[in-house]
């Protein structure tokens, strides 16, 4: 028998098409998971001449010129998305809770 605090847990992290957008646009806006060229060019050591950005950053790149990609952070990919989703979980319980507010005042 589930008891009322599993209950609560799992409700909280089930799947919704909300939680899977928002989770997405999250990811999408502020996961840093691509090594990209940022056209720094350097005579020394250490050079500044890849950095780390998200998915939006790249593609607005790509629409500015030419883009080198050296590789993508896997590890960066899997927290971020876990991160996102459990981020979204919170709006989407923080928003319901919000409006039940709303409804006492």
């Known amino acids: 028998m589930v008891n009322?605090?599993?209950?609560?847990?799992?409700?909280f992290f089930k799947p919704s098409i909300l939680k899977i957008i928002?989770?997405?646009?999250?990811?999408?806006?502020?996961?840093?998971f691509v090594?990209?060229?940022?056209?720094?060019?350097?005579?020394?050591?250490?050079?500044?001449s890849e950095s780390t950005?998200?998915?939006?950053?790249?593609?607005?790149?790509?629409?500015?010129?030419?883009?080198?990609?050296?590789?993508?952070?896997?590890?960066n990919v899997l927290i971020g998305i876990i991160a996102s989703y459990i981020l979204s979980c919170v709006v989407v319980v923080?928003?319901?809770y919000l409006k039940n507010k709303a409804k006492d005042i």
């Open 35 to 48: 090594r990209i060229d940022s056209g720094v060019r350097c005579v020394t050591e250490p050079c500044d």
């Open 94 to 96: 923080l928003v319901a």
């Open 53 to 75: 950005v998200s998915l939006l950053i790249y593609i607005i790149s790509i629409f500015e010129g030419e883009v080198t990609v050296y590789g993508f952070f896997n590890t």
């Open 22 to 32: 928002i989770a997405a646009i999250i990811f999408f806006f502020f996961v840093p």
């Open 4 to 11: 009322k605090e599993t209950n609560k847990v799992w409700n």
